[in-house]
């Protein structure tokens, strides 16, 4: 584990920090979650003294919804359940910063919602969350910053906006008929034709030319819609053939 | 610092007696009850002396089992299954997770060795149906068994630190079996000569010196034990201890744990 | 500096330190438990016990033993105590555990027969270790050998010591000289050539350092009482030839009762004393 060193924070105890597969980090530990023990003991820790680690402790099974799991040995814990006791521990301490490790993945959506909102609340505190994730729509929905990881090394970061608006961003055409013109190939769009329609993907810059390509055919024009740039778009021109991971930041 | 050390010591031997290894206590209490009622039956010498060794003896050998069988994964299971990593995420430093882990597998050992004591007591008064004054030095064997166990405790740390479980066991046990016969070591080194005599003499005072400390049969037979050897032996099991425990330290501190 | 670094440092440095105190410590606890290993001796009470507490490793046991019994013996005689009294149980515990270990019966015969201080002064319980051993390996001849010099060299029963020699001088392998001293031990019993050939017999065929030492010290010393009596024989016909002693051995060379001046086995001359006895010069070291 390499050693982190964060700006403005002396202190270590005010990082949280959570990996993935709970599972295997929770288990052996002959704790029961039901009085909060184990988050007792990761709170005495992290310094929190003994007078309010134990309210605190519950406090944080409510937080994250495990109030009702009482008298369920850790050890019949779903993967959720555990998810949200590792989450429970890293926050228990209130720390600045937070780190988690994939937080959502072997989630069932209603899990991956609580887990989200968590996130959100978090955000909403004042608190600097990092988390790692290859769900490009949750870096996407959650995150003010984001950095992209390939193979260990930082291919961009930035905030959203501004990593999709160096792609360039592209539009929408739709018109009747299954003719092509032969000026749109030309012009570097991606066309397909479904039933009486037809549909080409062109940049935004090329959009008078092709325009007037369809209506030098007399095509008749359906829609013109410029596409939202996601951040997977950007994913996927940065680094083409490669697989692929986000680090990203909320 | 001293409070996340008891905390993570207090949290191995919570660990230890949810893992059930206070049952061994009924295995001995039956073999005390067992040989009170045998030996009482059929001899009337030697009652005394046989639960003496025989008590003494178990305490001894359950400790070392104890101490090597959880020893050894003090550390490595920890990391196996990640609970280190959250651990060390905290600030917590490494040499204080190995010295915690080390009081608290003590504290489990010294804790069963009092529960056994009572036992060695119990079957001891049943036999003689008093105490007598020898019975003391019964106590002092006890204090130097438990001495021992602060020894391997440290030894078995120190060889999870650095290989896997099953030869950390084996390189204990080995320690434990070597270290029995220390005395008869020192003696063979001074007969050797040349090379081989540092090499064995070296080796000779490096093994934990146990055959001091193992004073069973001698207890046994009402000796009394110089008030010299106790502490010379307090402090020997003392310092070796924490030299091990040094060994763990430096190992684990600079050990890689992607 | 890195806190780690800090930390590794200071557990070397108490690494070091415990290392030294503890070294020293031990010394201690040696000094206060000197002989401590031996104390088991007296509390099992047979060997047949300890065999079975060994759970079947009896022959590293035997061999802790052997170490031991060698340890006691050459500890004390080198302190100068005079009384061995552990010597035989702990040679008996040795051979019971492994009882084909001949160098323990050898050594038997050689420190625990003769009397303090060149051994423990027990011929019987040597003679004993010897029956048991040749009970355990009827066909090596050694244990005869052993057997019969005890007999001869502390008990001074020739018979034995002969019915000793002759049943050993039948085993394979046996050295030709066991043969010649069962016949000559009737004739020549107790006189020098027989103690010359018993010890030089021992010397030859022992492997072990000490029993060695031990023959060659004796066979010095066999050497030494022989010169004395020749040298006081020659000085008592100078005594007739002349109404008195020699007072060097210059004068018996030019009285032709000698030539050159006698050495002993160290290489030292000999003394004449003034009432005619002859002295070594120094004495054997111990």
């Known amino acids: ?250 | 610092m001293s409070s996340r050390v008891f905390n993570i010591a207090f949290n191995t031997f919570r660990e230890a007696v949810r893992d059930r290894v206070l049952y061994n206590l009924v295995a001995f209490a039956l073999l005390m009850t067992g040989a009170a009622i045998l030996v009482g039956q059929i001899s009337i010498d030697i009652e005394r002396l046989v639960v003496v060794n025989l008590g003494l003896t178990a305490v001894s050998l359950f400790g070392m089992v104890i101490a090597i069988f959880i020893g050894i994964g003090l550390v490595s299971k920890e990391i196996e299954k990640r609970t280190l990593y959250t651990v060390l995420s905290r600030p917590v430093r490494r040499w204080e997770f190995i010295v915690g882990k080390f009081f608290g597998l003590a504290g489990t050992l010294i804790v069963n060795s009092v529960c056994m004591a009572v036992g060695v007591f119990a079957a001891l008064f049943y036999v003689s149906r008093h105490f007598q004054s020898a019975d003391g030095w019964v106590l002092v064997g006890l204090y130097f068994i438990i001495l021992q166990f602060l020894i391997v405790t440290s030894l078995t740390l120190l060889f999870s630190s650095f290989s896997s479980p099953l030869l950390s066991a084996v390189f204990a046990f080995s320690l434990f079996v070597i270290g029995s016969f220390s005395e008869d070591l020192r003696g063979f080194a001074s007969m050797t000569r040349g090379i081989s005599k540092w090499l064995a003499t070296a080796a000779a005072y490096l093994v934990p010196n146990f055959s001091a400390l193992n004073v069973i049969s001698s207890v046994a037979h009402q000796n009394s034990v110089s008030g010299q050897l106790i502490v010379y032996n307090t402090a020997y099991a003392l310092f070796y201890a924490t030299m091990a425990l040094s060994g763990a330290v430096l190992i684990f501190e600079r050990r890689n744990l992607k | ?286």
């Open chain 3, 1 to 286: 500096m890195r806190a780690s670094r800090l930390v590794s440092l200071a557990a070397g440095a108490l690494l070091a330190l415990t290392l030294t105190v503890s070294v020293l410590l031990l010394r201690c606890i040696d000094t206060v438990r000197s002989g401590a290993p031996l104390e088991e001796v007296l509390y099992v009470s047979s060997p047949k016990v300890l065999k079975r507490m060994s759970l079947g490793y009896d022959g590293l046991l035997a061999d802790i033993y052997w170490t031991r019994a060698v340890q006691y013996f050459g500890g004390k005689h080198h302190s100068g105590v005079k009384r061995y009294d552990l010597l035989a149980p702990l040679l008996e515990i040795t051979t019971q555990l492994d009882p084909h270990l001949l160098v323990a019966y050898e050594y038997g015969a050689n420190f625990l027969a003769p009397a303090p201080p060149l051994g423990a002064g027990m011929p019987e319980r040597a003679i004993a270790l010897q029956e048991f051993g040749i009970r355990n390996n009827p066909d090596d001849w050694h244990l005869y050998y052993n057997e019969g010099f005890v007999y001869y060299t502390e008990l001074s029963d020739y018979a034995k010591a002969a019915d000793a020699f002759a049943r050993g001088a039948r085993r394979p392998h046996a050295h030709p000289f066991l043969a010649v001293m069962a016949g000559r031990m009737a004739e020549h019993a107790g006189d020098l050539q027989m103690a010359r050939m018993m010890w030089s017999t021992t010397y030859d065929t022992t492997r072990d350092k000490s029993v060695k030492a031990n023959a060659a010290a004796h066979l010095r010393a066999l050497q030494v009482d022989e010169d004395v009596t020749v040298l006081e024989q020659i000085n008592n016909r100078y005594h007739q030839m002349t109404g008195r002693f020699a007072g060097s051995f210059g004068e018996l060379a030019s009285a032709g009762l000698l030539r050159g001046t006698p050495l002993d086995p160290l290489g030292h001359a000999y003394k004449l004393m003034p009432d005619g006895r002859v002295e070594m010069a120094k004495k054997f070291p111990a």
């Open chain 1, 1 to 250: 584990m390499a050693a982190i060193e964060i700006q403005g924070l002396e202190k270590t105890y005010s990082v949280g920090f959570w990996r993935k597969k709970p599972k295997l980090a929770l288990r052996p530990l002959n704790l029961k979650v039901e009085d909060g023990e184990i988050l007792e003991y990761y709170g005495r820790l992290s310094g929190v003294d003994s007078k309010t680690v134990s309210r605190k402790a519950s406090e944080m099974l409510e937080r994250v919804g495990l109030k009702d799991s009482a008298n369920v040995q850790l050890r019949k814990f779903s993967k959720g359940m555990l998810q949200r006791v590792g989450i429970a521990q890293a926050i228990l301490h209130g720390p600045r910063v937070v780190f988690f490790d994939e937080p959502m993945s072997g989630l069932d959506p209603m899990g991956r919602r609580e887990v989200r909102d968590l996130m959100v609340e978090l955000k909403r505190e004042g608190k600097t969350v990092f988390f790692s994730t290859h769900i490009l729509s949750d870096a996407e929905a959650l995150c003010d910053r984001v950095a992209i990881v390939h193979k260990g090394e930082l291919q961009g970061v930035g905030a959203v906006a501004e990593l999709t608006s160096s792609v360039g961003s592209r539009v929408e055409l739709i018109w009747r008929g299954t003719i092509v013109p032969a000026a749109l190939q030309g012009l570097g769009a991606e066309c397909h034709v479904t039933g009486d329609t037809a549909r080409a993907l062109i940049p935004e810059s090329s959009q008078d030319a092709a325009l007037d390509a369809l209506r030098r055919e007399r095509l008749h024009l359906v829609s013109v819609m410029p596409v939202r740039t996601s951040l997977e778009d950007y994913f996927v021109q940065k680094l083409r053939p490669a697989q692929t991971m986000a680090g990203s930041r909320a």
